[in-house]
């Protein structure tokens, strides 16, 4: 068994494509290795600025030798179509086997591949593999770029390294010969050919030249680093994950290093100046004990500078100041306005072609808002509710939103802090745009937002298609879930959904139905079980409708549950094919079960539907009813455990289809009202398992 090494460098490949180029190269190689007949015991790919790399582990020698039988057409089929399995089988006439079968004589072709030395395929398939690779965005380069036909990559290629063990694997691509040399660090790395001796020591030899192969490693030292140099000036650095994963695609040897900015900055709020370090110049930000941002920023580097890196922090600190003092202007500027001025704007901003502006949303979304704070959310003044949901967009029109569209609804919410407003209206305007909100102005305002969005658009005939969904209404039905199944808020949803105008609520609630399904499956609720809850209709309370779901769902996984459902399915099976037989429906006909000739199963079954003392005058299911409406739904589902031994009994010891006609239907009757009963629960046919 040997090892494999293909590198591919070239001129830096953008820190975003890289984790995606590591896993085409992994899918093309593995793609490669099947149609060669050849297997790997692991692959590991690597991506730095410079170089993408894949190793493989445990390559046998050769490719084993493989036999195929493909029977052809008839032995007396035209001459073109011969001809067709000849050529597709590379074959003479005279190399088919004629063979006699049942339906004839036919023309059978023995092929056999002997094995090739795997070196050799990988020479043979490598350069289709390099240059059929696929980039968001690639150039020309070189003299042959005057041709739209020359070679294409993300940047300039200028090395291949392909080492079988430690030979090197010989082709062409793009241009280039593959050889074993390549380059290390582009400042540390002596600025000479490296040349590989095996792919087991390749991550060694380019450590040695200052290169840290694996991304993973550099993400670890980014953050060790960072870290260190925030506590050696007694700060904490602030996680950010992404940032960790762009700088590690940004440096192939990265050192952190601290640096800071003038405190006066820390008057315009933190997400600004965070966002600023962070877009735009990839730096961490750090916080004091308290946990407030401080006036300091990590940075990586490239490389180990011999000052230590007072000369690179200190271009750093020059660029920050710079894009800090951009960012003071906008906040500046804005702060000196009220934020009601910011909403006349919203007249010039069109929210959808045929849904009109922004200003006519607010109009909206603040009515709407009003209506939901009136009707389910008693204890906070409407008023309020209102005059957050037209200043919630204000801030689209200001300057600062925008140099940092990521922060419209932060921004708001500051100005209006700034400007004495409300605490209610300060939340509402800073969570305007945030999954979950929390507290019941932001979430009346949010919730009002969203529903009309839906609204709108499906009102316009404008909907989620497939994988296609521009204006993510998928996720603005997932964001009105959260706020009423996490927050366990009662509210209705069809009479909402009127409110807000919509012109068929019935289906608008089967659209969440089905976000309420994939959003309940990572909680493990089933998603047939809300099926089945939600076919009885008229249930649009979703915290009530996932109480019911759970307490139905704990019901059927009982040994009492799976067996009811059975007897229901027997029950619904026999009904559906007699009433096919005498083409009418079934109903339970409780004049019938007065008949003195019942058999003792019916009997017991029977009682059943008759009112009973215990059940306060009513009959089971009614009883099962009752007990859905006082929201007691584990006593429903106890109460209805009690059918197992009734319905097992009748099944037991009766036979339906009797000889004597009346004796038949009032059997069939009775099926009837397990069947009809057990569907005031839910509808138990859209049960699976």
Not at 48 to 53: E, G, S
Not at 216 to 236: K, S, V
Not at 520 to 532: C, F, M, P, S, Y
């Amino acid at each position: 068994m040997a090892d494999f090494l293909l590198e591919l460098f070239s001129e830096e490949i953008p820190a975003r494509m890289q984790p995606a180029a590591a896993q085409q190269l992994r899918e093309k190689f593995e793609a490669l290795l099947a149609d060669s007949g050849l297997s790997a015991d692991a692959l590991e790919t690597h991506a730095t600025p410079r170089r993408l790399a894949l190793i493989a582990r445990g390559l046998p020698a050769a490719s084993q030798a493989v036999s195929e039988e493909r029977r052809g057409p008839r032995a007396d089929a035209p001459a073109a179509a011969i001809e067709g399995f000849l050529k597709s089988t590379g074959l003479t006439r005279a190399q088919l086997e004629e063979r006699e079968t049942g339906k004839g004589v036919f023309l059978f072709a023995n092929l056999a591949r002997e094995g090739r030395p795997a070196a050799e395929l990988l020479a043979a398939k490598l350069p289709a593999l390099i240059g059929g690779f696929q980039w968001p965005k690639s150039q020309r380069w070189g003299r042959a770029s005057v041709s739209t036909s020359s070679p294409r990559w993300v940047r300039p290629l200028r090395g291949i390294v392909a080492l079988f063990d430690k030979d090197v694997v010989p082709f062409e691509a793009l241009g280039l010969q593959s050889g074993r040399e390549t380059f290390g660090h582009r400042f540390m790395g002596g600025g000479k050919p490296l040349s590989i001796d095996s792919p087991d020591s390749y991550a060694g030899q380019l450590h040695t030249a200052h290169v840290v192969l694996s991304a993973g490693e550099r993400r670890a030292l980014i953050r060790a680093g960072a870290e260190a140099a925030a506590a050696n000036a007694g700060l904490q650095l602030r996680v950010d994950e992404a940032l960790e994963a762009e700088n590690a695609g940004l440096t192939e040897w990265p050192v952190p290093l601290l640096g800071r900015f003038d405190p006066a900055f820390l008057e315009v709020p933190p997400e600004i100046i965070q966002l600023t370090m962070a877009t735009n110049q990839k730096y961490f930000a750090v916080e004091d004990a308290d946990g407030k941002l401080a006036p300091g920023f990590v940075c990586v580097s490239n490389l180990v500078a011999p000052d230590g890196g007072r000369t690179i922090v200190a271009g750093n600190e020059r660029v920050l100041s710079a894009r800090l003092s951009d960012a003071r202007f906008f906040w500046t500027n804005d702060k000196a306005k009220p934020l009601e001025s910011f909403t006349e704007k919203l007249k010039d901003i069109v929210f959808h072609e045929q849904l009109g502006t922004m200003a006519e949303k607010v109009e909206r979304v603040a009515k709407l808002a009003r209506w939901l704070a009136t009707e389910y959310f008693p204890n906070v003044d409407p008023d309020m509710v209102e005059r957050a949901a037209r200043l919630a967009k204000a801030d689209l029109t200001t300057g600062t939103v925008g140099e940092f569209p990521e922060l419209q609804g932060v921004i708001g919410g500051y100005l209006a802090e700034a400007q004495g407003e409300k605490p209610g209206i300060v939340s509402a305007l800073k969570q305007h745009y945030s999954a979950c909100p929390e507290g019941c102005v932001p979430v009346a305002v949010a919730l009002a937002d969203r529903l009309d969005t839906l609204v709108s658009f499906f009102g316009a005939g404008i909907r989620p298609t497939g994988s296609k969904d521009p204006f993510a209404l998928r996720r603005a039905a997932l964001g009105v879930l959260d706020m009423l199944v996490s927050g366990g808020r009662r509210i209705a949803l069809k009479p909402a959904l009127e409110a807000a105008g919509a012109k068929d609520a019935d289906d608008l609630i089967a659209f969440f139905a089905d976000r309420l399904k994939v959003q309940q499956r990572e909680a493990g609720v089933r998603h047939d079980l809300i099926d089945a809850v939600l076919a009885l209709g008229g249930e649009d309370d979703l915290v009530r409708l996932l109480v019911r779901v759970k307490a139905l769902q704990a019901f059927v996984e009982t040994e009492d549950g799976r067996n009811l459902l059975a007897g229901y399915r027997r029950a619904a099976n026999i009904l559906k094919a007699e009433e096919k037989k005498d083409g009418k429906s079934h109903r339970l006909d409780l004049a019938a079960l007065q008949s003195p000739y019942l058999d003792e199963a019916e009997k017991n079954l029977a009682r059943l539907f008759a009112p009973s003392e215990g059940a306060g005058g009513m009959q089971l299911f009614d009883e099962a009813d009752a007990l859905f409406g006082r929201e007691d739904f584990e006593g429903a589902m106890k109460l209805l455990a009690t059918l197992r031994e009734p319905v097992d009994r009748f099944f037991d010891d009766v036979t339906v289809n009797d000889a004597d006609p009346a004796v038949r239907a009032r059997r069939l009757g009775l099926l009837a009202g397990v069947r009809d009963g057990m569907h005031k629960v839910a509808d138990f046919s859209r049960i699976e398992g």
